[in-house]
């Protein structure tokens, strides 16, 4: 007999901190894979999303910040990776904060503001449509459900 749990996702969790001055997101440089990308990264087990995300701007960025608001819960497997569900969560403003960002020094080698209309110079295009669709969330308020970065749900129609 078959385990019926067996089919059950497993899917991989991540958790990022999007950062907006104006018109403009924090990105971070890695010094592996896809290099662009905001801070944040993997939960670990038995860790929330809010948690990593907070974790993950420590150890990444040397700042004390916590989750503000879901932005946007994107459904996005991979061929290499599996199921994937990614996070990105409103974390404020920098502010002052700007001058104490502190790179790991080992996951990060750079740090930049980035037009909104210019993340398609630096991202692949599915983090391209997760981070625009977050920078608009949080400016209507609102938070998306996506699947590869695509908004999946259709609005009520008022009739």
């Known amino acids: 007999m078959t385990d019926p749990t067996e089919k059950f996702a497993t899917p991989r969790i991540a958790a990022g901190a999007l950062f907006v001055d104006g018109d403009r997101v924090l990105l971070v440089r890695k010094t ?5 990308d ?3 990264g993997y939960v670990d087990r038995g860790e929330s999303p809010a948690a990593a995300c907070q974790r993950e701007i420590r150890e990444e960025l040397g700042l004390e910040r916590i989750a503000r608001r879901l932005l946007v819960h ?3 497997p991979s061929e290499q990776e599996g199921d994937k569900i990614l996070y990105v969560f409103d974390c404020g403003t ?3 904060d700007e ?3 502190a790179l790991d020094g080992n996951e990060l080698d750079h740090w930049q503001w980035v037009p909104t209309t210019e993340l398609s110079d630096y991202l692949i295009p599915r983090l391209e449509r997760r981070l625009t669709r977050a920078f608009e969330a949080r400016r209507a308020g609102a938070t998306e459900y996506l699947e590869h970065g695509e908004p999946a749900l259709q609005p009520e129609s008022s009739v």
């Open 99 to 101: 001058q104490r960002i």
């Open 94 to 96: 920098l502010g002052t």
């Open 32 to 36: 592996y894979g896809n290099r662009w």
């Open 74 to 76: 994107d459904w996005a």
């Open 38 to 40: 905001i801070p944040g």
